[in-house]
């Protein structure tokens, strides 16, 4: 058995380590400072500048196809880059969330259009987006069998966001549909298939959420280390203390632990094999313990690891999202243990 990485996997990886630290850490203490006055960390010129270094770099759109000006990327390969994705993509709504087949957002035909009506909530990107993929029922009857369809629809089509004020530094949006009328070219996939089109994008992309926590895992707990390594007590750097080595070294295997099932399932994705149960395993492993070692690592920074002069604070925030979107903890759980006890998977069965 061959884990190495490819030359290629290694180089894109160490490119984007290159670029976090040239580009992204020294912006880091002032991003901090405009949000402790209550000021957005960064601004969308920044933000715009920002992407077209990476777009100059030739570092942009991982996994959009070459053809359509992407990288075309492998699974692998954009785990190991902790991708962002771009997209608004609009299917939760007040009343729908982990039950998202009960969606009421509607499309009613009028002529070659169709009308939506509806509200959608929590939609990341929302709020900047040109545009949204909403998820409306076009067949009532039908409803999530084969009566949901996936609109592409237009910001300047008619329908509005609304910020939606949370504890992570990115606030998604709430979108609002009165009467926005769409030309019917503006279907994504069949009509009636949009809740299967749904299920499989965000069953093939769920591996990126804890591929993404990978990153901010690795530097906290180089934080915890370099602090560990400075900080004395009683005479003594804390590093030599068996409570905070503890906490370092679980930390550490976690993090291994978790590189390994989010590479498994991103391996799954790229050899075309049914990725669902790996990708659930890693995002529900992902979300906890991405959690108890941000815990860990404010723990050890002690009193200053709960200011906001250190991004440890902001981090354990963001990370605290990564148990609930694409999916709660109890939603995932309730995927795994249904494999396990239908025999959809063998228990150790994920060599074959
Ligand atoms: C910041 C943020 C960004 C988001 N981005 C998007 C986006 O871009 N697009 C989008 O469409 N949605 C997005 N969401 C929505 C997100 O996917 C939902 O919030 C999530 O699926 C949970 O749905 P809910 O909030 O309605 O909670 P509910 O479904 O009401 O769940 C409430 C609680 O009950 C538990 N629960 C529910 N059903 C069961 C069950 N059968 N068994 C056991 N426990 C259960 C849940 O795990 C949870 O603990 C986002 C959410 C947030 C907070």
New binding site residues.
């Given amino acids: 058995m061959d884990f190495t990485l490819s030359t290629e996997e290694r180089e894109v990886r160490d490119w984007v380590r290159t670029f976090v630290q040239k580009e992204l850490v020294p912006r880091e203490q002032e991003v901090l400072r405009r949000e402790r006055d209550g000021k957005p960390g960064i601004t969308s010129d920044e933000l715009t500048e920002l992407q077209l270094k990476a777009k100059e770099s030739g570092f942009w759109g991982v996994q959009t196809p070459e053809s359509h000006g992407g990288m075309g990327l492998s699974a692998v390969m954009t785990a190991l880059l902790e991708a962002e994705r771009k997209s ?5 709504e007040p009343g ?4 998202a087949k009960a969606i009421r957002t509607s499309a009613r035909k009028d002529g070659t259009d169709w009308i939506i009506n509806g509200e ?7 709020n900047e987006a040109d545009f949204a993929m909403v998820f409306a029922i076009t067949d009532p009857e039908k409803g999530a069998n084969g009566g949901v369809t996936c609109f592409l629809v237009d910001r300047d089509m008619g329908w509005r966001s609304e910020y939606i004020d ?1 504890m ?1 530094e990115w606030g ?1 949006a709430a979108l609002i549909f009165e009467d926005v009328r769409v030309p019917e070219t503006q279907i994504l996939g069949e009509l009636g298939h949009g809740f299967d089109l749904a299920m499989q994008w965000i069953g093939r992309g769920r591996y990126l959420l804890p591929a993404r926590a990978i990153g901010s895992c690795e530097r906290l707990i180089q934080m915890g280390i370099d602090h560990a390594n400075t900080r004395s007590t009683f005479g003594q750097l804390i590093a030599e203390r068996q409570a905070i080595q503890w906490m370092i070294a679980d930390s550490g295997v976690e993090l291994e632990a978790l590189r390994w099932l989010v590479l498994h399932a991103a391996w799954q994705v790229d050899a075309g094999l049914d990725s669902r149960h790996a990708q659930s395993v890693a995002k529900l492993y992902g979300g906890v313990k991405a959690n108890e070692i941000v815990d860990r690592i404010l723990q050890i920074h002690g009193g200053m690891g709960y200011t906001r002069e250190l991004p440890i604070e902001r981090w354990y925030r963001e990370l605290r ?1 990564l148990r ?8 995932q759980r ?1 995927t795994i243990a249904r494999n396990l006890l239908k025999g959809h998977v063998k228990v150790g069965g994920s060599l074959g």
């Fill in positions: 608004c993509f609009a299917i939760t729908a969330g982990s039950d959608k909530t929590f939609i990341t990107g929302g949370t992570g998604p999202l609930i979107y694409e999916g709660t903890d109890e939603i309730r």
